[in-house]
C-alpha cells in the first residue's frame, strides 16, 4: 500500500497551508505565522506525521512541533543563525569537527518534517547544502587522514533520506578505516516516517555491526505502533544499538509526566533516553524556550523515584560551539573541609566525609 510506501510519503508531504484544507483546520494565529514564515523556514510533514495531530486540538503537542506560530517572527537578542558555530568549525563541505575524537557528517538537506525549533533551521530544506558525490569523497578522505576520529556521526537533514545503495557505500567506506571504532546515524525517521525502517536497509546495517543510532522522539504520542514496529527492526534485523535524544519543548514535554511516559515507552521499545536537550538558541525558538530551573527541577524529580536507564542526560550546546554541557540539579547542598551535605532525592540530607 502506497501509505506504508516511505518514498510515497515523501513524495505526499504537505508543503504549503493550502496542502492542509480539508485536513487540518488552522487557526487565524497558525494562518498568519504560515504567511510570515514562508520566506525565513520551509514547511513539509509527511502525511504519517500529520495524521498524529489531533484536528480538535490547538494545542496538540505534535502540531505544535510542525505548524508554525507567531512567536517563531520573534526576534531575541540571545538568538542567532548558526548556534553551535557549525559552520565555523567545518574542514571539508558537510564536515562539522568540534570534539577532538568524533566528527559530524551533515548528509543531506531533507526531513520528512521540518521541526519549527530546529538548530539547523539555516540550512535545512536548501538543496545547496547538501554534499555531491565529489564532496563525499574529500569528507572520506578526511576522515582516513585524521586518525584522531574514532567516530563519525551520520546527521543531517536526515541521513536516512539517502538511498540503500549510497547508505551502503557510505558505511562501508567507513568501516574500512581503520582507526574509526564505530559509527553513529542521528535520524528523525524512526518519528517521522518509520517506514524508512524497510528490511533491506536493516539488511544493511546488519553488515556494519555495531551501529548506534540516536533518534529524536519528543512525545509519547510520537510512539505509535508503526515506530515501535520500525524500533523493534532496527534492533532485532539491524543489530543497532538505539539511543534517543529530546528537545525540551515548552507546552510540549515540558513536564516530568510527559518525561516519564516518553522515556518509559522508549524502554519499552529497546530505545535508550540519550540526552534531553535545552533548546538551542537558534532565531525564532523564543516560543518553545523552557526556563533552565524548570529543566533542573524535572530532572530532580525523576532521578531516583525513576528507573535509571530512563534517564538522559540534560545538555545545554553552548552558542557559540561550546560544545555539550550537562545541567543537572545540584545534590550538593554545602561544600566542607573534609567533604559534603548532600540532598538525596527525597530532600533527605546526608553528610558524605572523605
Ligand atoms: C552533539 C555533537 C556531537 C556528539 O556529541 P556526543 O556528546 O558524543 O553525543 C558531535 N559533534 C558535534 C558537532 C555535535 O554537535
Ligand atoms: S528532523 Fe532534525 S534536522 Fe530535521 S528539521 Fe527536525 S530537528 Fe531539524
Redesign the pocket.
Known sequence: MAWNDWKWQLQNRLLKAEDLIGKLELIEEEKEAFEESKEIFSFAVTPYYLSLIDPSDPNCPIRKQVIPRKEELIRMPNEVEDPLAEQVFMPVKGVTHRYPDRALWYLSHI?A???RF?T?KRK?SNPEETPSKDEWEAALDYFRTHPEIKEVILS???PLTLADHQLDYLLSQLNNIKHINHIRIHS?YPVTLPMRITDSICEIFRKYFPIYMVT?FNHPKELTEDASVALKKLCQSGNLIMMNQSVLLKGINDSEDVLESLNYLLLKAGVKPYYLHQCDEVFGSSGFVVPITRGIEIMYKLRGRRSGISIPTYVKDLTGGGGKIPLNPSYIIENREKGYLMKNYNGDLYEIIH
Open positions: 526531513c518534517v521540518y521541526c530546529c539547523r535545512v543531517g537533514g536526515d528523525r529524536h
